[in-house]
C-alpha cells in the first residue's frame, strides 16, 4: 500500500496484482479502504486497484449543492462536491495513475451513504469513470431525483450498482422517506438508458456491514 496526502485529504492506494487492472476510486469515511479490499479480495474478485480517498468533509465535500440538515440537531450540507471533485480528477487520480506501469482497464467510482451520492454526481461532472457504485447512497437529498431525471451524465455509465438495507426506508424523518422511492425511480432510469444496471437489497438498516456491502458492490462492478 502506498499513501500520500493532497488538499487536506490521506489518499491510500491499494496495487493490483496485474498490470493494466481496473482502479476503483472509494471516497471512504474513516479509513476502511484497507478492510474494503481486503474484503472484496476475500470474495474473490477479478485483480484491481483500490484508491481509498478519507479525511473528507462529510457534508462538504460529498454534496452536490448546499442543503439544510437532514437530522434534528445535524449539520447543514454545503455544496462543496464540485471542488473536492477537481481536487479528484485534477490532483488525486493523475498523480495515482502516473505510477501505473499501464493504464487502467476501466475507471470505477464508490461510496457508501453520501459517498455514494457523489459517486453517482461524478459522472454527470466528469467523463473519467465507467462504472458506478451508489452502496446505500443517500439519493434522498432534497432535488437529487429529479437532478438525475432531468440531466445527462458527461459519459453513460457502463454499469451501476445500487443497494440499500431493507430497513432504510423504515423512518419517520420526512427526508430519508423517500430513499427507496428514489433509489428505484433512479435504477429504472439508468436502465432505460440501456444501462446495466442492479438494485441489491440487504437485511437491516444503514449502518449495518458498511465493509462487505462495499466489497459486494465492487465484486458485482468487476464481474460486468
Keep these: 500500500m ?6 487536506g485529504k490521506s489518499v491510500s492506494v491499494f496495487p493490483a496484482a496485474e498490470p493494466g487492472a481496473p482502479v476503483i476510486y472509494l471516497n471512504a469515511g474513516s479509513g476502511e479502504g484497507q478492510q474494503v479490499y481486503e474484503a472484496a479480495l476475500a470474495a474473490g474478485c477479478l485483480p484491481f486497484a483500490l484508491v481509498a480517498i478519507g479525511d473528507l468533509g462529510w457534508n462538504r465535500d460529498l454534496a452536490p449543492w ?4 437532514a437530522f434534528k440537531g445535524g449539520e447543514p450540507f454545503t455544496g462543496g462536491a464540485d471542488d473536492y471533485l477537481r481536487l479528484l480528477v485534477g490532483d488525486i487520480l493523475p498523480r495515482v495513475e502516473s505510477s501505473l506501469t499501464d493504464a487502467p482497464a476501466w475507471r470505477g467510482i464508490v461510496g457508501y451513504s453520501l459517498a455514494g451520492l457523489f459517486a453517482l454526481y461524478a459522472i454527470y461532472q466528469a467523463d473519467i469513470f465507467s462504472r458506478v457504485g451508489s452502496i446505500s447512497g443517500s439519493l434522498w437529498f432534497p432535488g437529487w431525483r429529479e437532478y438525475v431525471l432531468t440531466h445527462q451524465p458527461k459519459r453513460p455509465p457502463d454499469c451501476v450498482y445500487f443497494s440499500l438495507g431493507d430497513r432504510e426506508s423504515k423512518t419517520r424523518n420526512p427526508v430519508l422517506i423517500n430513499i427507496g ?11 432505460a438508458m440501456g444501462t446495466d444496471t442492479v438494485f441489491q437489497l440487504n437485511p437491516g438498516n444503514h449502518f449495518d ?3 462487505e456491502r462495499t466489497a459486494a458492490g465492487i465484486a458485482w462492478l468487476l464481474s460486468r
Excluded at 502506498?2 to 488538499?7: E, K, N, S, V
Excluded at 448546499?66 to 440538515?69: E, F, I, Q
Design 181 to 191: 422511492r428514489n433509489t428505484e425511480d433512479i435504477c429504472k432510469h439508468y436502465r
Design 209 to 211: 456491514h458498511p465493509v
Design 66 to 69: 448546499d442543503s439544510p440538515a
Design 2 to 7: 502506498d499513501q500520500f496526502t493532497t488538499g
